[in-house]
Nanobody
Framework: QVQLVESGGGLVQPGGSLRLSCIGS????????IAWFRQAPGKEREVVAC????????KYAESVEGRFTISRDKAKHMVYLQMNSLEPEDTAVYYC????????????????????WGQGTQVTVSS
């Protein structure tokens, strides 16, 4: 069992930045691909970005490409999502998720792939 805890959400003005963090409880956390998803009110949960186990592979949704950066610190069991140039459309609850199937240097953008989920952190972009 892997527990994931997100932090770093909050209220920010358009054009601002936030960094979200996700910490994983398991000693095997470094083996898992990790993804960030988000869900806005009345909308489906959608992928934002994912990162493979080594950190060499990253993928992004078109809507955040060039503005968001996903990274991981294996020693600290942490995954980060740096969000720049935030827009009101980025307002959502952000979740991190772990894929327990060990596939080196691969990450999926499908939510069905992910077994473990955090509780989410609210990001609100508003003036």
């Amino acid at each position: 069992q892997v527990q994931l805890v997100e932090s770093g959400g909050g209220l920010v003005q358009p054009g601002g930045s936030l960094r979200l963090s996700c910490i994983g409880s398991a000693s095997t956390f470094y083996l898992y691909a990790i993804a960030w998803f988000r869900q806005a009110p009345g909308k489906e949960r959608e992928v934002v970005a994912c990162i493979g186990n080594s950190g060499a592979i990253t993928k992004y949704a078109e809507s955040v490409e060039g503005r968001f950066t996903i990274s991981r610190d294996k020693a600290k069991h942490m995954v980060y999502l740096q969000m720049n140039s935030l827009e009101p459309e980025d307002t959502a609850v952000y979740y991190c998720a772990a894929d327990r199937s060990y596939r080196p240097d691969y990450c999926s953008q499908s939510k069905q792939t992910y077994t473990y989920w955090g509780q989410g952190t609210q990001v609100t972009v508003s003036s």
